[in-house]
């Protein structure tokens, strides 16, 4: 398999497998696990992989056999109606079942049981699958009126630098305000905002597109990657330092510094599963990673919604450390089978068994 392909296919893929063990502490850690023990603190730092997984997108976007503003539009509108679907499974079907722990609707300050309108909040929660779709939207524009690589790299530091100004901005109508909210919001109805999170997409398009001009040389692509992914991280982090709070201390809406910290941090990430993919012969954690890869999208549906399902059952927040470590594996384990399930039915019934791409220009990756 070639190596570059093999890279961005385990860096996806890792970035994947963490989200079981991330959301199994979120949903069901206590509140010391999560903030106070050794375990809490590795899985909140493994959080941070969100940006590899989104520069991985990016530079995938730039193999997509077809790249028109229309199919770019498209799929947009297809990932959004699949992130509110699976936000339609994983809360509102528990909660119309009556399943649903009332700690967790407490969480949000409300009194159980849900009302309409707070199912139609957690209905709307913007998540990995909203920036995806409007990433897409941005993607296809950007793509469509200019393919020179530097654009994309300008526009994400433009991105970056914007978006502290423009964070919470709103109009006062109803509706209006939550595409706003989706594209900028302060707010956690939505986790993951167009600004700044498509930045790191658009720094992923810029290496998409610099491995096109450089004849398709792997190990330049990469020395340039870790070379551009240390100069982020510096500046970044040069920022951070001097006012913490303003640039990082909320991982959902960083400020410039923090955006760019995490770019650098993402690169460097991603060039480091490049150099594993070049000194590691194959294995079975490659394997696993590898087959996670092309299974983004449904893995990413399955792990949430068996996760919130699970939560129906042994409560929301309540195990301690050790039962979280516990529950872990269990949980990759449920998911995993399902997603084997999944894959079972969609090759029965659908476009067949997916395997893990062989040529990166025949894959979009879309979440």
């Given at each position: 398999m070639n190596k570059r392909i093999q890279a961005i296919d385990l860096a996806r893929g890792a970035s994947?497998?963490?989200?079981?063990?991330?959301?199994?502490?979120?949903?069901?850690?206590?509140?010391h696990t999560q903030a106070s023990t050794l375990l809490g603190s590795i899985v909140h730092l493994m959080g941070k992989g969100t940006g590899m997984f989104l520069i991985t997108m990016g530079f995938s976007f730039?193999?997509?056999?077809?790249?028109?503003?229309?199919?770019?539009?498209?799929?947009?509108?297809?990932?959004?109606?699949?992130?509110?679907?699976?936000?339609?499974?994983?809360?509102?079907?528990?909660?119309?079942?009556?399943?649903?722990?009332?700690?967790?609707?407490?969480?949000y300050g409300w009194?159980?049981?849900?009302?309409?309108e707070n199912m139609l909040y957690m209905l709307s929660t913007g998540d990995i699958l909203q920036l995806a779709g409007l990433s897409l939207f941005l993607m296809g524009v950007v793509n469509h009126f200019s393919k020179?690589?530097?654009v994309p790299l300008v526009l994400a530091i433009i991105v970056a630098a914007i978006a502290p100004f423009v964070r919470g901005?709103?109009?006062?109508?109803q509706g209006v305000d939550y595409v706003l909210d989706l594209l900028w919001g302060v707010h956690y109805n939505v986790y993951f905002t167009l600004f700044p999170w498509v930045a790191f997409i658009l720094a992923g398009i810029f290496f998409g597109r610099l491995y096109q001009d450089v004849g398709r040389d792997i190990g330049l692509t990469f020395k340039r990657m870790w070379q551009y992914g240390l100069v982020f991280l510096v500046?970044?982090?040069?920022?951070?330092?001097?006012?913490?709070?303003?640039?990082?201390?909320?991982?959902?809406?960083?400020?410039?510094?923090?955006t760019l910290y995490l770019i650098g941090f993402s690169l460097l990430l991603t060039w480091f599963a490049h150099w594993l993919s070049t000194v590691?012969?194959?294995?079975?954690?490659?394997?696993?990673?590898?087959?996670?890869?092309?299974?983004?999208?449904?893995?990413?549906?399955i792990q949430w919604v068996m996760v919130c399902w699970g939560m129906c059952i042994v409560g929301f927040?309540?195990?301690?450390?050790?039962?979280?470590?516990?529950?872990?594996?269990?949980?990759?384990?449920?998911?995993?089978?399902?997603?084997?399930l999944w894959d079972r039915v969609k090759g029965r019934f659908g476009k067949g068994k997916p395997k893990a791409p062989k040529k990166q220009e025949k894959e979009l990756v879309t979440a």
């Open positions: 994947t497998s963490m989200l079981v063990v991330i959301h199994t502490l979120w949903m069901y850690g206590d509140q730039t193999f997509s056999r077809n790249q028109s503003l229309k199919l770019s539009f498209r799929r947009g509108f297809i990932l959004l109606a699949v992130g509110y679907g699976m936000n339609f499974l994983k809360f509102i079907v528990p909660t119309v079942a009556g399943v649903m722990p009332d700690n967790f609707i407490k969480a009194t159980p049981p849900a009302t309409f020179n690589k530097y901005v709103r109009v006062g109508v500046v970044g982090g040069a920022l951070c330092l001097y006012d913490f709070k303003y640039h990082f201390a909320d991982f959902f809406h960083l400020g410039f510094g923090g590691v012969k194959p294995n079975k954690v490659f394997d696993f990673f590898l087959y996670l890869s092309p299974r983004v999208t449904s893995f990413y549906i927040q309540r195990f301690n450390a050790s039962e979280v470590l516990i529950t872990m594996p269990i949980m990759m384990a449920i998911c995993l089978g399902v997603q084997w």
